[in-house]
């Protein structure tokens, strides 16, 4: 875009001072109504300011310098959400957003890009800014900062919870020097916390968990991925004081075992994504009681559980009609009759969202799919003859013999202790 001259009125377009890479980007955030109008007259130009809800900065290591310029043009008073690349930002910068919109902030991104995650480079994120945060923006709801915590402390996250009381999600994977301290201020201090991630976070206990489980009632999604001193303890606790859990990752948290699960299930009933890959002592016992109380249960991570057996892919054949996503990489005591099983009682797992055993994936993956579309258009038959339509459970004989009514195994954890 070529610049302009000076306006009428004598005075001097601000459009036409800009560099020119400044001059192209402001281009992207104005319509051309309005650029030609900011260039017929210069006072104008002083007095427009883009008003907008959303402040983007996606691009990354963009020089700091040019986003600074960028914040010229906008009414940041009317700014409530601020996405931005980690890298594109600095303390200074975000303190002045942050000032800029007047305490009205409600939602902060300054997740990592791809770009970022590869680069071992030393984050600006650091408890002064957290603390800059926790002053400026008392309505904040929403903060996302997972892979950028390496300089927090529980002295960051304490401001933080003292200062934003309405946080109700909160990303602070990979933040490896936070410890129960800092989560039990959370607790006490975030008690509307629905969404919580703490990846790799990997100096919390049970400690600071249950005290999560305590002071956030509304919890229905909590990341534990790589937490390794958690014990059953934390699930009992979620168990009785998190009923609307619907989301949980413990993945690499090998304490578990069954009765910790089989507490789970039937505590938090909602649950529809759980993720059990490496939790190596867990057996049926546990699948079958998912199955059996968590009926809305869609995505299932089983990865290395190598006790499981066909029992547990029957049962959730029999009870889970949502599933959707399932993996039983390297659980080698699954056999085909458990995988046909599924293909026909959970209608919406795919080939492509069912993850088997290494040694007969291609060939079981051939299978369940052949499986999964006779039993579909086997439902559609019934259907349009005015039958009730297939129902779930059954083995490999029933693909045999399609016509055969469903045997139904009972399967009981409870059983089991």
Not at 106 to 131: A, F, G, Q
Not at 156 to 183: F, Y
Not at 217 to 232: A, K, V
């Amino acid at each position: 875009m070529s610049a302009a001259g000076s306006a009428g009125g004598g005075g001097e377009n601000l459009i036409s001072r800009q560099p020119e890479h400044i001059e192209s980007r402001i281009a992207e955030f104005f319509t051309f109504k309005d650029i030609e109008a900011w260039r017929l007259t210069s006072a104008q130009s002083v007095q427009f300011k883009r008003t907008q809800e959303t402040l983007t900065m996606g691009e990354p290591y963009v020089p700091i310098q040019r986003n600074f310029e960028l914040l010229e043009h906008y009414n940041l008073s009317a700014v409530k959400r601020v996405e931005a690349v980690s890298s594109s930002m600095s303390s200074e910068l975000l303190k002045t957003i942050c000032e800029g919109t007047k305490g009205n902030l409600i939602s902060l991104d300054l997740t990592l890009s791809r770009d970022d995650m590869m680069r071992e480079s030393t984050s600006w994120i650091t408890n002064e800014v957290l603390k800059s945060i926790a002053t400026l923006c008392p309505k904040l709801k929403t903060l996302l900062i997972g892979q950028s915590c390496g300089n927090i402390t529980d002295a960051g996250v304490i401001t933080l919870a003292q200062g934003c009381r309405q946080l109700t999600s909160l990303n602070l994977s990979h933040c490896h020097k936070l410890t129960d301290a800092g989560v039990i201020a959370l607790a006490q201090g975030c008690r509307q916390l629905s969404a919580l991630n703490l990846y790799a976070c990997d100096r919390i206990t049970d400690a600071g968990v249950i005290a999560l489980a305590q002071g956030c009632r509304q919890l229905s999604s909590l990341n534990l991925y790589y937490c390794g001193q958690i014990t059953d303890a934390t699930l009992r606790a979620l168990a009785v004081g998190c009923p609307q859990l619907s989301s949980l990752d413990l993945k690499y948290c090998y304490q578990i075992t069954d009765v910790a699960v089989i507490a789970l299930a039937q505590g938090c009933p909602q649950l529809s994504s759980l993720n059990l890959s490496w939790c190596k002592q867990i057996t049926d016992a546990s699948v079958i009681a998912l199955a059996q109380e968590c009926a809305q249960l869609s995505s299932l991570n089983l990865y290395r559980c190598d006790k499981i057996t066909d029992a547990s892919a029957i049962a959730l054949a029999q009870e889970c009609a949502q599933l959707s996503s399932l993996n039983l990489k390297w659980c080698d005591k699954i056999t085909k009759a458990g995988v046909i099983a599924l293909a026909r009682g959970c209608p919406r797992l795919s080939s492509q969202n069912l993850t088997l055993s290494q040694n007969f994936e291609e060939e079981w993956r051939r299978d369940f799919e052949r499986a999964r579309v006779f039993f579909a258009n086997n439902r559609a038959s019934k259907n349009l003859n005015g039958g009730s339509g297939g129902s779930s459970g059954g083995a490999a004989s029933q693909l045999a013999s399609p016509s055969a009514p469903p045997r139904r195994m009972r399967l009981s954890y409870r059983a089991r202790f």
